[in-house]
């Protein structure tokens, strides 16, 4: 099963920079509000890589997946459109957000191991 380590969600990865700079940011805050979450992380164990494939993606590289469709902090899996991954450790960024407005999933992901150093030290900090 590919592993994605660096993980995060994110909702704004699918609108171009160009738009970005040409919308207004009240229409770009409605945008992401509704466009799909999807994942963003660095990709490990991908089996098209192990099997040959054409896949341009190496190993280590930051991807975007499709729209994810379900996720469990706690076993570490998350399902997108087209992929099963396992979650490895979190971007530290996303971690110290969650941290501050989603502590139950904070909490998870800690009690998961899924949390870098990084963002244990800022909150040790708190």
Same mark, same amino acid.
Request: aromatic share 4%; glycine share 4%; hydrophobic share 40%.
């Given at each position: 099963?590919?592993?994605?380590?660096?993980? &995060?969600?994110? /909702?704004?990865?699918? /609108?171009?920079?160009?738009?970005?700079?040409? $919308?207004?940011?009240?229409?770009? &805050?409605?945008? =992401?509000?509704?466009?799909?979450?999807?994942?963003?992380?660095? *990709?490990?164990?991908? @089996? *098209?890589?192990?099997?040959?494939?054409?896949?341009? $993606?190496? @190993?280590?590289?930051?991807?975007?997946?499709? /729209?994810?469709?379900?996720?469990?902090?706690? &076993?570490?899996?998350? $399902?997108?459109?087209?992929?099963?991954?396992?979650?490895?450790?979190?971007?530290?960024?996303? =971690?110290?957000?969650?941290?501050?407005?989603?502590? @139950? =999933?904070? =909490?998870?992901?800690?009690?998961?191991?899924?949390?870098?150093? &990084?963002?244990?030290?800022?909150?040790?900090?708190?």
């Amino acid at each position: 099963m590919p592993r994605l380590e660096n993980w &995060e969600i994110v /909702v704004c990865a699918a /609108v171009p920079a160009i738009v970005a700079a040409i $919308v207004p940011r009240k229409e770009l &805050e409605k945008m =992401a509000q509704e466009l799909p979450p999807r994942l963003c992380g660095d *990709l490990y164990d991908d @089996e *098209l890589q192990r099997k040959g494939s054409d896949s341009k $993606v190496m @190993e280590g590289s930051r991807i975007t997946t499709s /729209v994810l469709k379900s996720y469990d902090l706690r &076993e570490g899996k998350a $399902v997108t459109q087209n992929t099963e991954y396992q979650l490895g450790v979190a971007d530290a960024d996303f =971690a110290k957000h969650m941290r501050e407005h989603a502590p @139950e =999933a904070f =909490a998870t992901l800690l009690a998961a191991g899924r949390i870098p150093l &990084e963002a244990m030290e800022s909150q040790a900090q708190a």
